[in-house]
């Protein structure tokens, strides 16, 4: 798309009626101090969002389904040749200097597989949003509560330089990340890069944890840095679709079976099982649409256990070294 051809890196783009954003989001890429290229994989939108990408130029194939934001990126992945990858949200906006320092970052360091930068939260606008006493984040990387509950590091805090190191993280962000095709061909259980009976949502989490299993490292760099609208907030979750809190509620299953260990269960007992607990008594009283995603749970229990199967028979990365990550406060390890 751009610049001289320093590394060839291939940005997929999966949308859903992302008229208000994708215009800024493509142009953030024109504007990169590496070339890229951009294939666009629509699932069925109604808005003008094909139109705005083909009037720039941007490579689209459209499905006439919805057929799920990991399944688009697999098949966007499938079809192009490149060293690095940025699975990135339409809602998204990039310095443009942010695949460049995210190539030196993962290229510095052999079994770095992904990584990201200081991401801030976007109004609709394509502002950052400050607060009182500076901008506020979205993600500096992901982590793990002994829950099992996965947050964004940093996320709705003011940067005040308190996430200033480059350093290891548990993993990234699915809205914005970079990561090496030698670990995209590693990680792949049955063909597929994300999991796609996940559909969507914490398909980055289980991502991260599959990395981790067979020790590839995720990098923060701050020194990069970019811009996100963020509308799925665990805060908002009576005000989202009941269709992303069902497959929400499925993916926590889903992901527990393929990659927890006994040495995970230990750091995480009792509070996943209370976790467990609350989840269904809220289902139960205030959320019943999202009772289904137990039997779809129950419907993919075989393939499922394949999938861990696999996962655990290529495992490099003991136990202990994986629990350590799961904790009440963000984990990270200086590089």
């Known amino acids: 798309m751009n610049r001289s051809a320093r590394s060839s890196v291939f940005v997929s783009i999966v949308t859903r009626n992302e008229e208000p954003f994708l215009r800024r989001c493509l142009e953030s890429l024109d504007s990169q101090t590496v070339k890229v290229k951009v294939g666009i994989f629509d699932n069925d939108s109604c808005d003008q969002t094909l139109d705005i990408a083909r009037s720039l130029g941007i490579s689209t194939v459209r499905s006439k389904e919805n057929v799920g934001y990991c399944r688009g990126h697999n098949l966007n992945l499938r079809q192009e040749d490149f060293e690095y990858a940025l699975l990135l949200n339409a809602d998204t906006v990039l310095d443009s200097d942010y695949i460049e320092r995210m190539i030196d970052s993962l290229s510095a360091n052999e079994r770095a597989g992904m990584a990201c930068g200081k991401v801030f939260r976007m109004d609709k606008d394509g502002e950052k949003i400050k607060g009182p006493a500076g901008y506020l984040l979205d993600?500096?990387?992901?982590?793990?509560?002994?829950?099992?509950?996965?947050?964004?590091?940093?996320?709705?805090?003011?940067?005040?330089g308190q996430y200033d190191r480059v350093e290891y993280v548990f993993g990234v962000s699915g809205a914005i990340l970079f990561c090496k095709r030698e670990m995209i061909e590693d990680l792949k259980v049955g063909g597929e890069f994300l999991d796609e009976d996940f559909f969507a949502y914490r398909e980055d989490a289980d991502l991260a944890w599959r990395a981790q299993l067979r020790g590839w490292k995720a990098v923060y760099e701050p020194g990069a840095s970019a811009r996100h609208c963020r509308a799925v907030l665990p805060a908002r979750r009576r005000e989202l679709e009941s269709m992303i809190n069902y497959h929400s509620v499925k993916n926590r299953y889903l992901m527990r079976t393929k990659n927890m260990d006994w040495a995970v269960w230990r750091k995480c007992f009792p509070y996943l099982w209370l976790r467990d607990s609350g989840i269904l008594a809220y289902m139960s009283l205030r959320e019943r649409s999202s009772l289904a995603a137990l039997s779809q749970v129950r419907q993919l229990r075989s393939q499922t256990r394949e999938k861990r199967r696999v996962i655990q028979g290529s495992r490099t990365?003991?136990?202990?070294?994986?629990?350590?990550?799961?904790?009440?406060?963000?984990v990270s390890f200086e590089i």
């Open 317 to 330: 990365v003991p136990g202990d070294e994986i629990a350590r990550w799961f904790s009440f406060r963000p």
């Open 139 to 160: 993600t500096t990387g992901i982590y793990f509560t002994p829950t099992q509950r996965h947050f964004d590091r940093g996320s709705n805090e003011e940067d005040l």
